[in-house]
């Protein structure tokens, strides 16, 4: 049976001319046992469309992780790591993730209690919220109405030592049903976003640079950004933006000698601009929440404009009309381009609604690519 492509289906809020490229839905194909030249389809297809969903799919740990080091078979560990160290138990990241005994580069995420999983004889599991983490939150009693926030926009990577994965998978187990919830953006703008319950919120890094004015493009094209080391561990004190997409300027993160031992050779200096290696377009991949600084190369010889730069170049693309939330089932498959899109835990469960998931990436054995001498030359 040939591989059948179908357009993801998109919410009414998303303004369908931007998602042309962005995400597909494939049939007629097992992604747990794809032959070689399968992959490779499959390959291409993720590269080019960002985000791709199987439905109904039954994956083990073993499947997933092969399914996932097949899109760079020279990585090993997961993403972050798989050793618990002082970092990890002082990250941000600690509470959410639960190691598959078997495969220790799959991870158990979701919210409630899981017993008998796949070895793992009781997992207490936390659905990251905003209410932890961004500096204000949603009233309980709007909580209740269903407001919600995205939790904090990102790239799935470790941003110090280990290379961004290339590919995350996420497979649903356990979804639970419930009331649709709206995202507030509570940034001034008035935006909103209907989700559905728990959903994944994903936005292409392609469109987050296309539109951008062209002297943020200029600024864009030529800057690098510098991530702290152990950046969720740096972060942790400090609060998020109301829209997941940064932190507040309060000064508040950890400093740099309160910090695990780090060395300098280890930090993450990472172009701002990730490209595409199938469509060589480019991507703007930046994880808000760990940047240290932002480094800006001159402009080329003989290009004159200059402009004002932020973090907030990034804001424009999440606007309500460019987030794919995806509405789960049972049994869903997503594979997405780690390095061609951000994406974000969304809402809040009870802890009675049980949700379990297993995710899987993997340490890149290389980093990404920035623009090239002729990508500067025709944006900056
Ligand atoms: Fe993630």
Redesign the pocket.
């Known amino acids: 049976m040939a591989i059948e492509i179908t357009p993801l289906p998109l919410p009414p809020s998303a303004d369908a001319s931007k998602f042309t490229d962005f995400g597909r839905e494939v049939k007629g194909v097992n992604p747990g046992s794809l032959t070689p030249e399968q992959f490779k389809e499959i390959e291409q297809l993720l590269y080019k469309h960002g985000a791709l969903l199987f439905r109904n799919v039954d994956l083990s740990p073993e499947q997933q992780y092969a399914l996932t080091k097949a899109f760079d078979p020279a990585s090993e560990s997961y993403g972050h790591g798989n050793n618990k160290t002082e970092s990890t138990k002082k990250s941000i990241l600690h509470p959410d993730l639960k190691t598959i005994p078997r495969v220790p580069q799959v991870q158990l995420i979701g919210n409630g209690t899981v017993y008998n999983h796949e070895g793992l004889a009781e997992a207490v599991l936390k659905h990251p919220s905003h209410t932890t983490f961004h500096k204000t939150r949603v009233s309980e009693e709007d909580e209740a109405r269903g407001f919600t926030r995205f939790y904090r926009w990102?790239i799935?990577a470790a941003l110090y030592d280990l290379s961004p994965p290339k590919v995350?998978t996420l497979y649903g187990i356990d979804v639970p049903q419930g009331p649709r919830q709206r995202v507030r953006y509570d940034d001034g703008t008035g935006d909103e976003l209907e989700v559905p319950l728990g959903t994944t919120a994903f936005v292409d890094g392609r469109t987050m640079f296309n539109i951008l004015p062209p002297e943020l493009k200029s600024v864009a094209v030529r800057s690098k950004v510098k991530y702290a080391p152990h950046p969720y561990v740096w972060m942790a004190p400090a609060h998020a933006l109301s829209t997941g997409l940064g932190i507040e300027s309060e000064g508040l993160e950890m400093s740099l000698d309160e910090l695990p031992p780090w060395e300098e050779s280890k930090i993450k200096v990472l172009p701002l601009l990730w490209k595409n290696p199938v469509t060589k377009q480019l991507h703007f991949q930046v994880h808000p929440c760990g940047v240290y600084e932002l480094l800006i190369d001159p402009l080329p010889e003989g290009a004159k404009r200059e402009g004002p730069y932020t973090l907030m170049m990034q804001r424009p693309a999440i606007a309500p009309k460019l987030v794919y939330p995806h509405d789960w089932r049972e049994k869903d498959l997503v594979l997405f381009h780690n390095r061609g899109v951000l994406?974000t835990v969304v809402g809040a469960f009870t802890k009675e609604q049980v949700r379990a998931f297993h995710q899987c990436n993997l340490a890149a054995s290389d980093d990404p690519v920035g623009p090239d001498a002729e990508d500067v030359k025709k944006w900056a």
């Open positions: 990102h799935d995350t994406h």
